[in-house]
């Protein structure tokens, strides 16, 4: 029955990206506008895009910006008129598999998103103003507004299972041993801080963080009923007044750096192409470890893909506790 289910929504993803290729053959066709949009639609690299190509998509007239889904669209409106707008035919959805889709409709002809350089993205002051200006236009939720004037931490953890050798997917960036998070939470509120959690439905971390009884638990509140509407005005709000983040890497370490916060991320792989657009003057990483062949080594992807390809025999080692303390004491100066 499992097996048939993984046919059905491999079907179901090859269709959807094929839907939206023909669809783009079509709207290409029009050479009255440009078309941009970038190569990702999940959340952290959609908002790096649309920031970067803020001023060339409201200088030039004839640019139109397509939006794919549901993330990309909170973010296109957050930024842009609706008169730039054209929207995919075939919306992806909340319930659609967006990664699955999107990485299906990446190499076929017709998707051609605009490049983005992302080492020429400079955190100007400017665009920190941008997001405060975004931020002043819209309301935000009462219980939001009110921790304005609050001490406290943002965490987001990815959760899949409990598995801490799971490499599959992005488990990889997952923290699979959430007692240290409970020591965290419970060594942040002795502090006297409060700590929001991030996230929303389809994160399981919430379910089993909320499971715990916390030493302080009247310091420990969740995002996601927080916000009315779980609005992108109401996480920009909460970032710029927090005293910055701890946690897995997401997209929202995105607009935790613009408004220049400091970050603590660990239990990640390193990135050996991309290391170099991590921008470490506002982010500290802790990498997993790996050990093969009793030798021990920072997680890298290309271990990983020499994991996978040859089978080899390993063991993942998360980020301890004291070493994510230690860290978070020197970033914060707590």
């Not at 649309?50 to 998509?57: A, E, P, R, T, V």
Request: proline share 2%; aromatic share 16%.
């Amino acid at each position: 029955m499992r097996r048939l289910v993984d046919i059905l929504k491999q079907s179901l993803i090859f269709i959807y990206a094929n839907l939206i290729n023909i669809w783009l053959f079509y709207n290409n066709k029009n050479k009255n506008y440009k078309y941009i949009y970038p190569n990702y639609f999940n959340f952290g690299d959609a908002f790096i895009f649309y920031l970067y190509n803020y001023s060339k998509i409201k200088r030039k007239k004839n640019n139109k910006i397509i939006v794919f889904g549901n993330i990309d669209k909170k973010i296109i409106f957050l930024l842009f008129s609706k008169k730039k707008l054209v929207f995919n035919f075939f919306f992806i959805f909340k319930f659609l598999p967006l990664h699955p889709i999107q990485s299906k409709l990446q190499p076929l002809v017709n998707f051609k998103p605009e490049f983005c350089d992302y080492l020429k993205l400079r955190n100007k002051d400017s665009i920190k103003n941008l997001l405060n200006l975004k931020i002043k236009n819209n309301l935000i939720s009462k219980n939001i507004e009110k921790f304005k004037n609050e001490n406290y931490f943002l965490i987001f953890i990815k959760h899949y299972n409990n598995n801490i050798d799971d490499l599959s997917g992005s488990h990889g960036r997952q923290t699979a041993d959430l007692n240290k998070v409970y020591e965290l939470i419970n060594y942040l509120t002795d502090k006297k801080y409060q700590v929001i959690i991030m996230g929303d439905e389809k994160d399981k971390s919430l379910e089993e963080i909320k499971k715990f009884k916390f030493n302080h638990s009247e310091k420990v509140s969740f995002f996601k009923e927080l916000s009315e509407k779980y609005s992108i005005e109401d996480q920009l709000y909460i970032i710029k007044f927090s005293k910055g983040y701890i946690g897995n890497g997401s997209g929202i370490i995105e607009p935790v750096y613009f408004f220049k916060k400091k970050a603590v991320i660990f239990d990640l792989q390193f990135d050996e192409e991309n290391y170099i657009h991590y921008n470490l003057e506002y982010r500290n990483f802790l990498f997993k470890k790996v050990i093969i062949n009793n030798e021990k080594s920072v997680l890298t992807n290309t271990i990983i893909k020499n994991i996978k390809t040859h089978k080899l025999r390993y063991k993942i080692i998360d980020s301890p506790l004291r070493e994510i303390i230690s860290e978070i004491n020197k970033t914060f100066n707590i």
